[in-house]
């Protein structure tokens, strides 16, 4: 039985048609996927069915909820439908909740406004949905804000919020993206489970073919606002009748093909290093060690060779990429590349500093908004010794754009005139100005497109054959370093519990937490694509 119905739908944006005759049913007790890269109108078709648009849209045709149009509701209206019978739940945890508000207030604040609760009876419900989707307990009976909670946590409370009215359909957009695999595949057994349990239908929105093998039982393929095909998972994955299905699922768990470059000159060595955060309850108290982030850990990088780093979120790597850095001080031992001592702080040692470059995983928020391309691409020479001309620094920005795909002509561009694959390109334009050493690429293709993933995977290969490149890529997508790495190492708590080539590490792993690792990738597996039954 259907409970949601979308016909004929059309949305403008300004004179802009964005949405273009959108049609479809989510039954009771169902989980529909809507797939699709970024710009093909997945979240708008969401905040549409809320009536969360701007105020210079125009749209027309209908939405039924529950056998009733309400599509022209206007919001006093509206406002009785949104969080009491669907919910939403965001794809950036961090930005929909408060930051002023604990947790516990921000799941009860529903209650408050649409179910007439006291605010202790509000806290109590939302002191057990927090336990529901299985949120620590320390963490619930604590007045805990956002900012200390993991990204997984931060989504596990807003799935919280969104239940504790009980709603008839809850629309997760992209409620994965960014996270580990081991709290994804969390996420999407939480919403696959409360489906089961309470009929409530779930609307699945992303980019990612494999989460919906793993979760939906019908899907919708999206591309420029239109609905390319509809239908039951197993025979959409099995027929595959439009090539952009078929490019989409090729994408999934793409492998680019790579050549083994890796020599047996040391680049890099990482020697028994430990580091620790510290805390301080005010000015005037003493520093206190509140806990170990890197414990003795000790690897080595080769010339030409990729280096892989994986684990989950709060496991170090991060901490990792700032020490290798010189951003985050060391207690014991030492890092030398190329035999140079790094340390930090140094600011004066431009020679180390300038055979290292990274690649973040936000490149919109690594680029100074308010200068050119030209300018930001630029910015590495400034560790050079003896920096070029202008005239040779703009034809190595040129140069640099060409090599990555992009036009001599978009240096005079500025960062928010380009979509994110194209802002991640120019991001390691910037990194291969100089010339270094090593690259380091910090989580640089977690948040993109199955498809732009791809090509930027392609990318950062011909450019490792090319210059014979180094690089040292972190990522919690094992995935992604499976296909692209020669060596892997596992980080788990502040220290390497497995190291060794990749494929043969995460083939065949040995260690039990690479293997929760490894089960959690979500995959599409061949029995699928041909009919069958998915196999994990």
Known sequence: MSILSIKDFNLYIREKQILHDISFDLNQGEVLGIAGESGSGKSLTALSILNLLPNYSRKNGFIYFDNKCISNFNDREMCKIRGKEISLIFQEPMTALNPLKTIKEQVAEPLMVHGNCSKKKSLDIATYYLAKVELPRNLIANNTYPHELSGGQQQRVLIAKSLVLKPRIIIADEPTTSLDVTTQKGILDLLKNLVNQNGISLLLITHDLAVLAQSADRVAIMKSGEILEIGDLKKIFKTKKHSYTRKLLDSVNYSPIKKDTASKK??????????????????????????????????????????????????????????????????????????????ANKFNDLKIRSMMQVVFQDPYGSFNPRHRIKRLIAEPFFLLNTIPTKKDIDEKVCLALEEVGLSPNDSNKFIHEFSGGQRQRIAIARALIIKPKLIILDEAVSSLDVTIKAQILDLLVELADKHTLTYLFVSHDLSVIQNIANRVIVIRKGEIVEEGKAKHVLSNPEDCYTKTLVEAIPTISKKLLNGGQIVK
């Open 266 to 343: 040391i680049l890099l060595s990482v020697n028994s290093i430990s580091t620790s955060y510290y805390n301080s309850r005010s000015l005037f108290f003493k520093k206190e060690n509140t806990s170990k982030i890197l414990n003795d850990i000790s690897f080595k990088i080769y010339e030409g060779e990729i280096l892989g780093v994986v684990g989950e979120s709060g496991s170090g790597k991060s901490t990792l990429v700032k020490t290798i850095l010189g951003l985050q001080n060391i207690e014991k031992g030492e890092i030398l590349i190329k035999n140079r001592k790094v340390e």
